[in-house]
T-cell receptor, first 113, second 111 residues
């Protein structure tokens, strides 16, 4: 079963607009990660935010984490057609016991030129 | 550094057969994890190997197994294939306990 849910399931925007995706999860986490997947290919790691962090930036990406609400959001600013992909949040609940990610259902983002 | 590689990239099998997929992690990474992705169930964790030992295991039947070699390369095996095993199988490697780097995946079709 999946740890979390992502909202919305699909998002369509125009190039240049901002895209916001949300992720909710159920249990305490060690960290939360966001990945991008293009057309059923491999996952590309975007950003990792630890449970003691509230916000993190990487280029046009901004991730927030609210552990009290068990939720995270990914903001892509000034979107480009190349950002068209599926975006997944994944939680790591293993504390010093290895790597085991639990993924949300993903948000399909379409950026129209 | 070269990324995670997976072979083969595509595979077609029939029900009842078995299949072996291979994953070569990023040089120096000792952790290799396997995930199954299907339209219905999404991305699900299969198992993780570290230093040739299975460290974590997901909720999959015993038909799914894996192993890791001394050079950290990993294989996963699925025996007695079922139609529902059709999926994209992703391998990921990690050097520590956090960021996992994924390979391009092996797309398995079971007929």
């Amino acid at each position: 079963s999946q740890q979390g849910e992502e909202d919305p399931q699909a998002l369509s925007i125009q190039e240049g607009e901002n895209a916001t995706m949300n992720c909710s999860y159920k249990t305490s986490i060690n960290n939360l990660q966001w990945y991008r997947q293009n057309s059923g290919r491999g996952l590309v790691h975007l950003i990792l935010i630890r449970s003691n962090e509230r916000e993190k930036h990487s280029g046009r990406l901004r991730v927030t984490l609210d552990t009290s609400k068990k939720s995270s959001s990914l903001l892509i600013t000034a979107s480009r057609a190349a950002d068209t992909a599926s975006y997944f949040c994944a939680t790591d609940v293993q504390w010093n016991a290895g790597n085991m990610l639990t993924f949300g259902g993903g948000t399909r983002l379409m950026v129209k030129p | 550094k070269a990324g995670v590689t997976q072979t083969p990239r595509y595979l077609i099998k029939t029900r009842g057969q078995q299949v072996t997929l291979s994953c070569s992690p990023i040089s120096g990474h000792r952790s290799v994890s396997w995930y199954q992705q299907t339209p219905g169930q999404g991305l699900q964790f299969l198992f993780e190997y570290f230093s040739e030992t299975q460290r974590n295991k997901g909720n999959f039947p015993g038909r799914f197994s894996g192993r890791q070699f001394s050079n950290s390369r990993s294989e996963m095996n699925v025996s007695t294939l079922e139609l529902g095993d059709s999926a994209l199988y992703l391998c990921a490697s990690a050097g520590g306990q956090e960021t996992q780097y994924f390979g391009p995946g092996t797309r398995l079709l079971v007929l």
